[in-house]
């Protein structure tokens, strides 16, 4: 059973910094992209960043080019999501999400989710 757990959500003032990680289990997780998704309250989910099953390939939303940067370790089973200068504007409930191996920006594209991690950035 594939599962996938989120974690290092929480309280940071603007301009702070915060790392998310996902952890995988019960999946090949080298043959396996990924991504993260954010929700923000009354909004729909929306793309944040992807990142192919090699992690040479990456992209981002321009909402938060330049200060956000995705990575992953495929021997912790473990993706990141490193979050610089934040804003209030970031705040969010934010998922990791799994695909086979390419890349995507397209949530609909993807095979498994996690149950997500609070970010709240105050001003």
């Known amino acids: 059973q594939v599962q996938l757990v989120e974690s290092g959500g929480g309280l940071v003032q603007a301009g702070g910094s915060l790392r998310l990680s996902c952890a995988a289990s019960?999946?090949?997780?080298?043959?396996?992209?990924m991504g993260w998704f954010r929700q923000a309250p009354g909004k729909e989910r929306e793309f944040v960043a992807t990142?192919?099953?090699?992690?040479?390939?990456?992209h981002y939303a321009d909402s938060v080019k330049g200060r956000f940067t995705i990575s992953r370790d495929n021997a912790k089973n473990t993706m990141y999501l490193q979050m610089n200068s934040l804003k209030p504007e970031d705040t969010a409930v934010y998922y990791c999400?799994?695909?086979?191996?390419?890349?995507?920006?397209?949530?609909?594209?993807?095979?498994?989710w996690g149950q997500g991690t609070q970010v709240t950035v105050s001003s």
């Open positions: 999400a799994v695909r086979k191996l390419y890349a995507s920006e397209y949530e609909g594209q993807y095979e498994y």
């Open positions: 019960g999946l090949t997780f080298s043959s396996y992209a």
């Open positions: 990142i192919n099953w090699s992690g040479r390939n990456t």
